[in-house]
């Protein structure tokens, strides 16, 4: 059973491009996190999603920022127009479905995504 | 106030002692609790989860105290590769806008020095 994986390991990109990054969820998980981590600090929340559906986005910058978790394949999380300040590590969590209960709420990461804005 | 706090450290501990460290929560509506490590630019990693009565693996123990909204973290007989930041996780449950998501502390960074 693979564990979380996201891509690319390393992403470099110019100002005003874009960037995707991909995170494929634990086998039969449903729920996917994502957290910013900047240098030298925490992690912050973005967004949480469930196939087809953001149940939170409030960490998600209003602009230039969007995800989406489709039937099908991998959570996407895209940065439009990059800007220096979005060089960050970007790590992906998937869990079950917390609602089956609190045993089912374990959340494992991806090794993550590290972009780097030149 | 954070929803999720922590002592940031440093916490210097010799190898071979015991270092135990806190972590409070605003939400008294919270439903599951865990303690992640984190090494240098890596991943967090599921270090265990926090039981009402406590639980014990190995060196590590955690204990979960509701009343006052902390948890804590326990390690015995220090090694040096326990140097890691320690990430406290709540989880609200199903009463809260934010139920499910993952809420992290800020961390606590401990280094065993030999």
């Known amino acids: 059973n693979a564990g979380v994986m996201q891509n690319p390991r390393h992403l470099v990109r110019r100002r005003g491009q874009e960037a995707r990054l991909r995170c494929s969820p634990m086998?039969?998980?449903?729920?996917v996190y994502w957290y910013r981590q900047l240098p030298e600090e925490g992690l912050k929340f973005m967004v949480y999603?469930?196939?087809?559906?953001?149940?939170?986005e409030s960490g998600m910058p209003k602009e230039r920022f969007s995800a989406e978790f489709p039937k099908e394949g991998p959570s996407i999380l895209r940065i439009q127009q990059v800007v220096r300040g979005d060089s960050a590590a970007y790590f992906c969590?998937?869990?079950?479905?917390?609602?089956?209960?609190?045993?089912?709420?374990?959340?494992?990461f991806g090794q993550g995504t590290r972009l780097t804005v030149v | 106030r954070k929803e999720v706090e922590q002592d940031p450290g440093p916490f210097n501990v010799p190898e071979g002692a015991t270092v135990a460290f806190n972590c409070t929560y605003s939400n008294s509506a919270s439903q599951s609790f865990f303690w992640y490590r984190q090494d240098c630019r890596k991943e967090p990693k599921l270090l265990m989860s926090?039981?009402?009565s406590g639980n014990e693996d190995g060196r590590f123990t955690a204990q979960l105290n509701r009343a006052s909204q902390y948890i804590s973290l326990l390690i015995r007989d220090s090694k040096l590769s326990d140097s890691a930041t320690y990430l406290c996780v709540v989880i609200p449950d199903m009463t809260t806008d934010s139920w499910g998501k993952l809420q992290f502390g800020a961390g606590t960074q401990v280094v065993v020095t030999p």
């Open positions: 969590a998937s869990s079950l479905d917390p609602e089956m209960g609190t045993r089912y709420t374990e959340a494992f």
């Open positions: 999603l469930q196939k087809e559906n953001i149940i939170d």
């Open positions: 086998k039969g998980h449903s729920h």
């Open positions: 926090v039981y009402s």
